[in-house]
């Protein structure tokens, strides 16, 4: 089975700061890599995912992620955040060899501060 | 756009109740899924289901069980409501498509059990 762990609960930072959203994964084959992001009483959406090719992925909001294999990391980075990038952001990873079926972290928390 | 209907967004029903959670997807995926989602744990899958009539159970299928007679639909029951089952739940289907490979959720069902 796989398993993702995001490693901050919460991440609060100020306007315009960069941040890092950090997320590891374990799993015995290769796996698909995905962020999902949740606004306040809204759906899941999905913010960006990795299949295969570059390692380095981008969102249409300014988001990147960065597939590593090496240390099973999937880490989320924003040069510059916004007030409106306040939500939950969940981590996720599909095995190529499984039903297709999503495993999530227990999500991050970002507070965008003024 | 794929479309994943939840029929109910917000549900309150009685301790012992039999309980059912509706979900229709209108782009003819093979694969649903049912997951809930508590703060703190991220989504937890219950079951899925990659075709009619089939059913795998995920990581908490206990006191859940779900229906598929055709394909559109995947409905979750819970056989006698419990208050520990108070949570959002959260359909979703894939697209096996490589060019738009990734998960559609529907908007969630909120469920207070009392």
């Known amino acids: 089975a796989q398993s993702v762990t995001q490693l901050d609960s919460q991440v609060p930072v100020f306007e315009e700061a960069p941040v890092e959203l950090r997320c590891n994964y374990s799993s015995s084959v290769s796996v698909y890599l995905f962020w999902y992001v949740q606004y306040p009483n809204q759906g899941l959406q999905l913010l960006l995912k990795?299949?295969?090719?570059?390692?380095l992925v981008e969102s249409i909001n300014g988001f990147e992620a960065e597939f590593n294999k090496s240390q099973t990391s999937f880490h989320l980075r924003k040069p510059s955040v916004h007030i409106s990038d306040t939500a939950e952001y969940f981590c996720a990873v599909i095995r190529w060899d499984n039903n297709n079926d999503m495993r999530f972290g227990a999500g991050t928390r970002l507070t965008v501060k003024p | 756009d794929v479309k994943v209907t939840q029929s109910s967004r917000y549900l309150v029903k009685r301790t012992g109740e039999k309980v059912f959670l509706e979900c229709v997807q209108d782009?003819?995926?093979?694969?649903m899924f049912w997951y809930r989602q508590d703060p703190g744990l991220g989504l937890r899958l219950i079951y899925f289901?990659?075709?009619?009539?089939?059913?795998e159970k995920g990581d908490i299928p206990e006191g859940y069980s779900v229906s598929r007679e055709k394909k559109e639909r995947f409905s979750l029951i819970l056989e006698s409501a419990s208050t520990n089952q108070t949570s959002m739940y959260l359909c979703?289907?894939?697209?096996?498509?490589?060019?738009?490979?990734?998960?559609?959720f529907g908007s969630g069902t909120r469920l207070t059990v009392v």
């Open positions: 289901s990659y075709d009619v009539k089939m059913k």
């Open positions: 979703a289907s894939i697209s096996l498509d490589r060019s738009n490979y990734g998960y559609t």
């Open positions: 782009m003819d995926h093979e694969n």
């Open positions: 990795y299949l295969s090719g570059s390692t």
